[in-house]
C-alpha cells in the first residue's frame, strides 16, 4: 500500500472521529439549551429571596443566544472538516470548535448548578 494512501485513510479515519465528537457534544450542547427555563423557574420557587450566581444569571438571560452557539460551533468544525483541502486546516480548527463546544457545555452545566450546591450547603450549615 502506498504511502499517500495510507494518510488519505489515516485523515479521513480523524475527520470521522472528529465530526462524531463535535455532532455528540452538540447535541449535548444543544439539549441542555431547553432545559435552562425550567431551571429559572426552579431557582425562583426555590431560592425566592436570595441573589443567584453571576454566571447562573449571565446563563439564564442569555440563553436565547446558547442554542444558537451550540449549532455554530459544530457547524463552522464540520464545514472545515468537510470543505478543507489542508490537512492542518481541518486539524487545528475542528480542535478548537470541540473544546469551545466543551467550554460552552460545561460553563453552562457549572451555572445551573451552582444555586443548587449553595442551597444544598445551606441546609446542611442550617440547626437542627
Request: aromatic content about 12%.
Amino acid at each position: 500500500m502506498e504511502l499517500s494512501v495510507k494518510i488519505d485513510a489515516l485523515v479521513t479515519t480523524y475527520k470521522v472521529v472528529m465530526a462524531s465528537l463535535l455532532v455528540f457534544l452538540s447535541f449535548l450542547n444543544f439539549a441542555e439549551t431547553f432545559a435552562i427555563p425550567k431551571f429559572w423557574r426552579i431557582f425562583r420557587d426555590a431560592m425566592p429571596d436570595q441573589p443567584l450566581p453571576l454566571l447562573t444569571t449571565a446563563v439564564l438571560e442569555s440563553h436565547g443566544i446558547l442554542p444558537f452557539l451550540a449549532v455554530l460551533w459544530p457547524a463552522v468544525g464540520l464545514f472545515v472538516i468537510f470543505m478543507s483541502k489542508q490537512i492542518s486546516t481541518s486539524v487545528y480548527v475542528p480542535v478548537c470548535m470541540l473544546i469551545v463546544t466543551a467550554v460552552q457545555l460545561a460553563t453552562t452545566w457549572l451555572a445551573l448548578f451552582l444555586p443548587m450546591i449553595s442551597l444544598v450547603n445551606g441546609m446542611s450549615d442550617s440547626p437542627k
